[in-house]
């Protein structure tokens, strides 16, 4: 799509103090999912983009990394101050061209808060090791040191949020940062670099650059990169992972999932049925640590049907970059919406039964898809394997827990997994037996707070450190382990 920025806004790029609009490149539209209109458009960047940003990256690196981790973190409290003060702005855009309800814009904002809040403290996160006497006359102390020029690749279903799992931290370690977000939704991530440079960081320390796959492979090649970042689908962090480790350098690669609702007969069933509506269809199923399986044991299962289904015929959409409030809003495009539809049509084709059809009663304009809740799902169907990432929950009926576990560990993925129970044996059983990274106990979406790591295991992450909390630190930071030996002769070197 080629258009000129007097049609439509053009997602500006950030290298240094350099606002650039890049109208002589190929763009792709940025829509408003709520309505399907075209809103902006995003430049599709090139190689040399990247390395003009990493030219600009590497200079502020020479100055950034030497200023103390004190004064570093003052420029992050206020920058977390002024995201506090544009909050509902910030929500607005979000919800205007990703599509999220206000209340799930303002949930993404806050998340990603959380991980400014936990970078202020960089002074104490820094801090090494020490020992002294390791050995006769000698002393032993580790060092944390930033990386250099490092890169993240941001997707468009938390366009606060996940930037800033990688650039606060990345920074607050003294690395200056290179920010490709989803072309998608790129106006939240120059929002987020105009205050954050508004809060008084240096030129050059965080770079916002756009582009598809030939800016993703720069990044991941460019032997001015220590480190990447990366969040989306598995087989492209597989591709990010592969290619960037084959260049030297470090990486974190979020992928998908396929994430686990069990339900057991013990289970409160308001907070129960309250939480799975909430894990399965907030954010219109577009989140990593959507609930997407629901595994009712024994007699639970058609009670939990019935409920269910009251709750999703009860869920309103419609468009959340209005006033009105909605419960749900759309997916990201029409490319999307047309994909999941196909899967609900595919699988009433081989034989699934449609408990509640997304397909119905959906607002004329826009990218929407409805809550749909598909049954008889086994394990040896792609419907129980593949993502789907939309508001589409499948359900199993094993006979009990051991069975369920046994078949929810063929999944391939691993990122999360909840059990609804009153039983702690039970909750203790699934929590360790379950094979995956994140395990919620009556909490429909265990997504770690930014203290703790956001540990997906198997192909929803690739790499060794994951993002948030003392794992973000160490894979910003490399160590240095200084020894120090004097001998005991000071009383002759001074003549005494």
């Known amino acids: 799509m080629n258009q000129e920025s007097k049609d439509y806004p053009v997602a500006r790029m950030i290298i240094g103090n350099n606002w650039i609009r890049k109208n002589e490149y190929e763009n792709s539209p940025v829509y408003n999912p709520s309505t399907g209109k075209i809103i902006g458009v995003t430049p599709m960047g090139t190689a040399e983009d990247v390395n003009e940003a990493v030219k600009v990256a590497h200079k502020a690196f020479q100055t950034w990394s030497e200023v103390p981790s004190p004064r570093r973190a003052d420029v992050l409290f206020r920058y977390r101050a002024l995201l506090e003060q544009n909050l509902e702005s910030i929500a607005r855009l979000i919800s205007k061209e990703n599509g999220k309800t206000l209340d799930e814009a303002r949930g993404d904002i806050r998340r990603g808060f959380e991980v400014v809040e936990f970078a202020c403290g960089i002074a104490h996160l ?53 920010l490709k977000p989803s072309e998608k939704v790129p106006f939240t991530a120059i929002r987020l670099a105009e205050l954050f440079l508004e809060a008084g960081l240096p030129e050059g320390v965080f770079n916002v650059v756009h582009g598809g796959r030939e800016v993703v492979d720069a990044l991941c090649t460019h032997p001015g990169i220590a480190a990447v970042s990366f969040v989306g689908s598995s087989h492209i962090a597989k591709h990010v992972y592969t290619l960037a480790t084959s260049h030297g350098k470090r990486v974190q690669a979020g992928g998908g999932a396929k994430n686990v609702q069990l339900v057991m007969p013990d289970a409160d069933p308001e907070a129960t049925i309250r ?31 019935e409920r269910l289904i009251h709750v999703m015929d009860s869920m309103s959409m419609g468009d959340t970059s209005g006033e009105e409030h909605v419960d749900m809003g759309p997916v990201i495009d029409g490319q999307s919406k047309s994909r999941i539809l196909k899967v609900i049509s595919e699988s009433e084709k081989n034989g699934v039964r449609i408990l509640r059809d997304g397909r119905n009663g959906l607002p004329e304009n826009g990218f929407f898809v409805g809550p749909t809740l598909l049954d008889q799902i086994n394990p040896e169907m792609n419907l129980f394997r593949d993502e789907i990432f939309g508001p589409v929950l499948s359900m199993l009926s094993p006979k009990n827990l051991d069975e369920a576990i046994s078949w929810l560990n063929k999944l391939p993925f691993g990122n999360g997994a909840t059990i609804y129970t009153s039983n702690g044996q039970a909750a203790r059983h699934f929590s360790r037996k379950i094979n995956c990274g994140m395990v919620g106990i009556n909490v429909g979406v265990p997504a770690p707070m930014a203290l703790f790591p956001f540990a997906g295991w198997n192909d929803s992450f690739y790499g060794d450190l994951h993002v948030q909390g003392t794992e973000g630190v160490m894979f910003y930071t490399k160590q240095r382990v200084v020894l120090s030996r004097w001998d005991n002769n000071y009383q002759r070197i001074q003549g005494w």
Do not use: H, Y
Request: aromatic share 8%.
């Open 126 to 178: 820094l801090k090494g090791e020490s020992l002294s006497q390791v050995a006769p006359e000698i002393d032993g102390v580790t060092i944390k040191e930033p990386l250099g020029v490092c890169a993240g690749i941001s997707p468009f279903n938390f366009p606060a949020m996940v930037p800033m799992w990688m650039f606060p931290i990345a920074i607050a370690c003294g690395n200056t940062f290179i």
């Open 275 to 305: 939480s799975i509506s909430g894990a399965a269809f907030g954010c219109a199923g577009q989140r990593c640590m959507a609930g997407s399986l629901l595994v009712g044991i024994g007699d639970i299962a058609s009670p939990l049907k």
